[in-house]
């Protein structure tokens, strides 16, 4: 459980840090908003992610599976593009954003969850 909660934060952190450094990606409402969104997005990767990613695996002939990071990639700024639709904590531009959007959440959420696993070692 603490386990969730501390990932829940890193993605909340992440999505802070991506709407301050990119431009067309806007998050209202500061921590909570982050929190909210967050969660949204967990939600909806949890329920619809790994089925988009079988998708665009079997549409792209296979290839999608032998390029998991750039599907799993593109998976990611289509979840946002959907917590975007369903929120109106999150307004981003267009799709090319979301893609820069999710490259960045990554980056940030991969080196949080590293920096919380030498804190807590």
Do not use: C, H, Y
Not at 32 to 52: E, K, Y
Not at 68 to 97: H, M, Y
Not at 104 to 118: C, E, K, M, P
């Amino acid at each position: 459980m603490l386990s969730i909660l501390i990932s829940w934060v890193v993605l909340g952190a992440a999505f802070l840090l991506t709407a301050e450094l990119l431009p067309g990606f806007q998050l209202t409402g500061g921590w909570r908003g982050a929190a909210v969104v967050s969660a949204i997005f967990g939600i909806i990767n949890w329920l619809i992610g790994w089925f988009l990613f079988v998708v665009l695996g079997i549409v792209s002939l296979g290839l999608g599976f032998l390029l998991a990071f750039i599907t799993r990639w593109i998976v990611n700024a289509l979840l946002l593009r959907i917590t975007d639709a369903v929120s109106d904590r999150l307004n981003i531009k267009d799709f090319k954003t979301a893609l820069i959007g999710a490259l960045l959440i990554s980056l940030f959420g991969t080196i949080g969850q590293w920096l919380v696993g030498v804190v807590l070692s």
